[in-house]
């Protein structure tokens, strides 16, 4: 390719969050490889050394971000906009000030409108004591237009087995595995968003990435959770 026809115009690191722009308000990328639960569902090991309550440095390849036994984020506001929180590792329990309450993960995608305003908790709890609990997610802020900045709050779930999924090959036999999660490519659609949602790019990745199975929740008091109201 010629000089004059470079494709790169930029290139920035992938910091922590990433830098965005409109109508991407924020974009994190999660990667925490957490140890071995306790009877409390936090780590298996000390704190001791951490900035609890805010502690966002990778020490020993995990954080407890504002988590003070489980980690993860409690209570906190939103409005005006939307959160896309796609869990591709371990799982995210959620409640609202609206009385929603559930968990997902392994696949699973929340698209949550905030609207005029909600209260939210996002922890993830450590669920197994007898092995690692990486966990791995992408959380994507979109702004909603300013006709939509007070409409009611809504959570639309996109469960891993409804999301489409389909796979497209380059000339050389490249593999490109893409799960649509809005829009749509070709004539496949994505579920459908929450109300008054905003755009959104759907996301791909490159063949070999094998998807994670659902959630193995023993001891059987802790089942997988669908949102109730």
Same mark, same amino acid.
């Given at each position: 390719?010629?000089?004059?026809?470079?494709?790169?115009?930029?290139?920035?690191?992938?910091?922590?969050?990433?830098?965005?722009?409109?109508?991407?308000?924020?974009?994190?990328?999660?990667?925490?490889?957490?140890?071995?639960?306790?009877?409390?569902?936090?780590?298996?090991?000390?704190?001791?050394?951490?900035?609890?309550?805010?502690?966002?440095?990778?020490?020993?390849?995990?954080?407890?971000?504002?988590?003070?036994?489980? &980690?993860?984020?409690?209570?906190?506001?939103?409005? *005006?906009?939307? @959160?896309?929180?796609? %869990?591709?590792? +371990?799982? #995210?329990?959620?409640?609202?000030?609206?009385?929603?309450?559930?968990?997902?993960?392994?696949?699973?995608?929340?698209?949550?409108?905030?609207?005029?305003?909600?209260?939210?908790?996002?922890?993830?709890?450590?669920?197994?004591?007898?092995?690692?609990?990486?966990?791995?997610?992408?959380?994507?802020?979109?702004?909603?237009?300013?006709?939509?900045?007070?409409?009611?709050?809504?959570?639309?779930?996109?469960?891993?087995?409804?999301? &489409?999924?389909?796979?497209?090959?380059?000339?050389? *036999?490249?593999? @490109?595995?893409?799960? %649509?999660?809005? +829009?749509? #490519?070709?004539?496949?659609?994505?579920?459908?968003?929450?109300?008054?949602?905003?755009?959104?790019?759907?996301?791909?990745?490159?063949?070999?990435?094998?998807?994670?199975?659902?959630?193995?929740?023993?001891?059987?008091?802790?089942?997988?959770?669908?949102?109730?109201?």
């Amino acid at each position: 390719m010629s000089q004059d026809r470079n494709v790169v115009i930029g290139v920035k690191p992938l910091g922590f969050p990433w830098e965005t722009q409109d109508p991407f308000l924020f974009c994190v990328y999660h990667s925490d490889d957490y140890p071995v639960g306790n009877e409390d569902f936090g780590p298996d090991t000390t704190l001791e050394g951490r900035n609890i309550g805010n502690d966002f440095v990778l020490k020993d390849g995990w954080r407890m971000y504002h988590g003070a036994t489980v &980690p993860g984020f409690p209570v906190h506001p939103h409005r *005006g906009f939307e @959160t896309v929180t796609v %869990v591709r590792k +371990g799982v #995210v329990d959620h409640s609202d000030s609206l009385g929603g309450a559930g968990r997902y993960g392994h696949g699973d995608v929340q698209w949550m409108t905030a609207g005029k305003g909600v209260q939210h908790a996002e922890m993830f709890p450590l669920l197994n004591r007898e092995k690692k609990n990486p966990l791995e997610l992408f959380q994507i802020w979109l702004n909603l237009p300013g006709a939509d900045k007070f409409v009611e709050p809504h959570y639309a779930m996109l469960w891993r087995e409804h999301i &489409p999924v389909i796979e497209q090959s380059d000339k050389d *036999g490249l593999k @490109t595995t893409i799960e %649509v999660v809005a +829009g749509s #490519v070709g004539s496949v659609k994505a579920p459908d968003p929450a109300p008054a949602s905003a755009p959104s790019p759907c996301r791909s990745s490159p063949s070999g990435i094998r998807r994670s199975p659902r959630i193995d929740t023993s001891p059987q008091s802790f089942p997988p959770a669908r949102y109730t109201r």
